[in-house]
């Protein structure tokens, strides 16, 4: 389970990341990847300012940021919720997390104007705000 962050923790991590991702787009103009698994696990691995890597700040903002369902996220949790086993559910709805995490992670990567950094703040602190209540069961 993810620790609580304060709010401005929350916005400090995504400014860290987002300082990151930016730096980024510079190196791998000229990088081919494979595939999408690779391209996510190139950006997870990347160092932030703060010492920490992409992956680590995206598990402690797990609870922060939004999901978004693709074809590839809403087969993992539908999988998950048809399963008896609870080993294989438990993993299969880690994997959904991943993959909505990293859907994040190109949102991020894609930001390209104030306006759709501002959206993502907001949406980040709603979020937040919002888990925060239904968590912990406690007032905002």
Known sequence: MCVPITEA???????????????SKQIIQNIVFINNECF???LNQLSCSNGETIGV????????????LTDNSFSLFISSCQSDDIEKMEALRRGFIESCKNDFLLHLFSI?????????????????????????????
């Not at 950094?117 to 209540?133: A, D, F, G, S």
């Open 57 to 68: 700040i995206l598990n402690k903002l797990e609870h922060c940021i939004p999901f978004a």
């Open 40 to 42: 996510y696990s190139f």
């Open 112 to 140: 390209t104007n104030k306006i759709q950094w501002e959206h993502i703040l907001q949406t980040c602190k709603t979020l937040r705000k919002k888990n925060r209540t239904i968590l912990r069961k406690e007032p905002i």
């Open 9 to 23: 923790e929350m916005i400090q991590s995504l400014y860290i990341m987002k300082e990151t991702l930016d730096k």
